[in-house]
């Protein structure tokens, strides 16, 4: 096949696949910050806090992603 | 006429502001990438056309200074710099017990910034971290929201090799920024690690054999099981401390890539936007990319403060 072509691919690949990871593990923080949150509405500060903190450690992976697709597709 | 309803606008007035979008998405759509490849070239003036995003990744260098090659993020951060400087030094030379609009306004923001160091790292730590952490705060989201003004992008000049180059570019899409930033966090969080716990101690977090080496004397002082147990649970401490080091170090990575790879995906999916349909696409993602600059500068700002709390407590406390 045509290195183009390939690398075309790698790089939908590379940010379809890299984002499986991170979606579903912002789900289940999701999941458990509502669960809190229903037990205990009052402590809504610290929930959503630490809530947006997890979130970006989990969306950091899904960049790691974008990266490399970007790197793939302008500069290889 | 009556000014309520309409979120406040009579009546006549939404319809024009209404109307006006309308023929703005009709023109766009129509002359826009997609009006294109619906319905073909039409021959509409070039000021109409927008040209396809290029993504240039290292930044273009636009006038040598002394030597140094000046790149168009590096103008965009002076940019933001004057900006910070400016509005921090109107406000403080004449400061008033009553305080005017502008001072209020910064008040509310360093309060802010104060009340969140001192939630999250208590309150001797709190006031400590708080002028590194607010000045990376403050440094991020300059830098992130001056990009979305009108000029960034669009205002072409000619460099000393006769290219013609943007003058400006969003300060935290060049990675050398994050990869600084990352660098100074990092530093900061050792120093006030090996500050708060004393240079030995804290090197004893990363350094583990405490427990390797009392089991090897309780192996020569023939007590063979225990001696045995601990020695398995020495070599795991010197692991673990090791991975701790590793990841120290991983973390910069991780600063560096979240904050460019966020800044950089976000000016491109606006000069998409812009391509596609040209005045009127681009207006959620401009929404989402204030959301994106204040979320990343609140996470770099946030996780700084949460390493440096890590690093400054004692250690014990959390292997029990």
């Known amino acids: 096949m045509d290195p183009e072509v390939v690398k075309l691919m790698a790089a939908g690949l590379c940010m379809g696949l890299g984002a499986i990871g991170p979606g579903i593990g912002i789900g289940i923080l999701g999941l458990g910050a509502m669960n809190a949150l229903g037990r205990n509405p009052e402590a809504r500060g610290p929930i959503m806090t630490n809530m947006i903190l997890a979130i970006a450690f989990a969306e950091a992976i899904a960049i790691y992603a974008l990266v490399v697709a970007v790197v793939l597709i302008f500069v290889a | ?320």
């Open chain 2, 1 to 320: 006429m009556p000014k309520r309803g309409c979120l406040g606008f009579s009546f006549p007035v939404v319809v024009g502001v209404l109307l006006v979008f309308l023929v703005l998405f009709l023109v766009s759509l129509i002359s826009g990438a997609l009006g294109n490849s619906l319905f073909g070239d039409l021959g509409l003036p070039s000021w109409l056309s927008v040209p396809q995003p290029a993504l240039k990744l290292p930044a273009e260098v636009v006038f040598h200074l002394l030597g140094f090659p000046i790149t168009n993020s590096i103008i965009t951060a002076w940019l933001s710099i004057i900006v910070l400087v400016g509005i921090c030094y109107a406000v403080t030379h004449r400061l008033k017990l009553i305080p005017t609009r502008l001072q209020s306004m910064l008040e509310a923001a360093l309060g802010w910034l104060l009340n969140f160091c001192q939630e999250v790292a208590g309150e001797k730590n709190g006031r400590r971290f708080f002028p590194v952490v607010a000045t990376i705060f403050l440094f991020v989201i300059t830098n992130a929201w001056l990009s979305l003004l009108p000029g960034f992008g669009s205002i072409f000049v000619t460099n000393t090799e006769g290219e013609a180059v943007h003058l400006l570019k969003g300060a935290n899409t060049d990675i050398n920024l994050p990869l600084a930033l990352a660098l100074i966090s990092f530093i900061f969080v050792e120093y006030w690690g090996i500050r708060s716990l004393g240079g030995l101690r804290y090197l004893r977090k990363f350094v583990n054999v405490s427990q390797f080496f009392r089991s090897v004397g309780q192996l020569f002082r023939g007590r063979l099981r225990a001696g045995i147990s601990g020695l398995f649970m020495g070599i795991i401490d010197i692991f673990v401390g090791f991975l701790e080091a590793l990841s120290e170090l991983v973390r910069i990575i991780s600063f560096t890539f979240r904050l460019f790879g966020n800044m950089t995906a976000g000016e491109m999916l606006l000069l998409l936007a812009i391509f596609l349909i040209p005045w009127v696409l681009a207006l959620p993602f401009y929404g989402l990319e204030l959301l994106v600059g204040l979320v990343q500068a609140l996470i770099f700002g946030g996780l700084t403060l949460v390493f440096a709390t890590i690093a400054a407590s004692a250690h014990e406390a959390e292997a029990a």
